[in-house]
């Protein structure tokens, strides 16, 4: 199933410098994973935020909080889930 | 997975007195045919209020929304569903 | 660019029975339209909700505000726009 | 009588690492106590939340006051109660 | 236990004169019984507002939930509920 | 006149523990004798929360301003004041 | 004592236009004799809107309500009051 | 000086189609007018809704609310205004 | 023309006590200067809260700014302003 | 495209003195160029607030965030972005 899930950085960008770098580089290392896995399927900026939004596939809610558990900024990060059903448009043209 | 469910109903108290005692009728069989499916786990209402809290399990978001569709009363009713993970404390103890 | 927005599709719903069937055929078909043409890229149904959640593609707000003027349900629904910006995993991944 | 509970827990990971190792294993003791107690009925996580949602079940107000009271966690926590009664469903239905 | 209880009588008012009188002559008498027997302890009008805001007193939830379903205006009203406890001030003090 | 007053002390709690020791000892002195003033009348905790919910009396906002004022623990509070009107039935029921 | 009292005054706009009319002429009375009593002491319109902002002066939230409930428009609008209390500055400064 | 100005037009669209086309043609000629006469400044739609945002100019609130009650849709719209002051930046370019 | 301007002063508290002090005499004298002047025409205290609402008239918005700007205290503080317009009953009754 | 932005700078006043000189000296020669440029339109401020409502012209949101991203307070403020589509009686004047 996907969820539309928004995550909030701003915090991550009070830390100092160096580990910001770091925590950075790991947090991109992990998301390309993420999205070689099919669980991170879409993910854009929100303009004039520190803020993602992205849709993101896994089998139930367990499976999409170990995937959240598993970001490297988890523990700066404020995060809203909302699920989402398939809609009878889609279901008809499911190669979309 | 788990989902908490609340349900308004104030706009089914807005039916003629006929269709609202026949709706309430097939409500009640079809609430019932969803507990004995283990679908609808738990059921509280909300104290001075026309709406009810509970405890749904359901595959997915798209296994919850047929499961809501199939209510007599989804047409006159707002709904509102957060997902639920399992919590490590039930995890360790199962048959709760 | 890309355009993260809900249509609440309540009041579609009170409607006459008639009426309704036809603006949802008429609906479907305008929808089939807009994902060929790429506008609209992805739908979910928001679960218990009369409502829906796409990913839509325009030139600008203009392309978009004509897009969703041509919806025969425009009259009815309620819509919420956020426009969404290239996140840099995506800008490094453009085929995803 | 039962409540519905919503703990947010996000200011107990700003504390230091070792007293966040101690908190929490004296607060998973205290947890597995008020579930054997019968107190703490069900209990989830909220996906990509610091927070976790349970039915809990007390005599009153004060009962629960007391039972949340009790949690080694509490004075870094925020709270929310909703009060829960009894559905005619489950009325009718009291093993589950 | 008590609860602080917020009625908002907007919709009363707009029912039909005579249903009004009526229904205001019903809901007065039995609200002197609520106060008779203990369970509607205080009672004050919100300046300005179709609304009025009291203290109940009720073994639970479910008695509570009893009580206001016995008002007469119960389906014209919205009802927010908070559940209290014993402050350890009057706790000390219990003939307040 | 009445005014119902919430009072949230989660700031109280962050003071030193000796600094929190002595306003609790002094806050609580100096609330009996508000209540033996016949100034606050009835006072509840809220269930979970850093908070309590009270029944203030006086002459009009500047006496009950005067009387928040007193409170030791004032400058570390939040609070809320809504005003009240006597309601009829209260009215014609007067010893209540 | 003084309130900052907002009335909403959308719905009285709503009314047949003989009924409104002849509301508006006893509103506007009702409301010189209020000013001339010294309880409606300032009152300004809300740009854009069908609002009205005023300092309204009475004995207590008794007195209050009375005069709000003399107003021929009443039943139509909704009334937001906040209570005031007297400024250091202005106490020093009486006449003011 | 200059006002930020939202006007939500949704009511508009539930008059007759006959009196709708009447009083959007009579509310085009008002606007240009207002154009003309430097009042109403600059004009954009909600991408998705029925509702416009502006930027208006007028000596004070009396002048701009005069301009705004000139509005032949005015009985069925909602507005919300907020007051600009000037930006030292555009102080120092005032041709912008 | 006026405003409603309320100010949330609950900041200028954590100042350092010699400072407050200064400053709060600071702010004393340039609200007696801004009351002189017929700026700041009327204020109140709102009750149990760190915070005042007051009436201030200025040409416009840069000029009420400008004033707004002078207060000492105008670096720790939150302000709201609510542009207001003449209402018809207080045209016709200058004086007031 | 046009955008309606809203920056609240707040955080940057805490910056300590020096660097507060600094960024604003270099935040106005940014503000400049992107006048200039012409991407920044229309720039004024929230009376009484650390905040600036100004109105922004790119291509899309990607050239919009850069844009936003050039700022040097960019890491100290709050940005809301709302898109703005072209209004149907500015496209018939469009040198307005």
Chains 1, 2, 3, 4, 5, 6, 7, 8, 9, 10 share one sequence.
Do not use: C, K, Q
């Not at 915090?11 to 790991?26: A, F, K, N, S, Y």
């Not at 959240?68 to 809609?87: E, K, N, Q």
């Amino acid at each position: 199933m996907d969820f539309l899930v928004r995550i909030d950085t701003a915090r991550v960008h009070e830390l100092p410098t160096d580990e910001l770098e770091d925590i950075t580089t790991r947090e991109r290392a992990r998301g390309r994973e993420l999205m070689a896995e099919g669980v991170l399927r879409h993910l854009w900026s929100v303009p004039g935020r520190s803020a993602n939004i992205g849709i993101w596939s896994a089998a139930d809610a367990d499976a999409l909080n170990e995937a959240l558990a598993s970001l490297p900024i988890r523990p700066y990060v404020d995060i809203d889930v909302t699920p989402l059903a398939t809609h009878p448009m889609t279901a008809e043209n499911p190669a979309t």
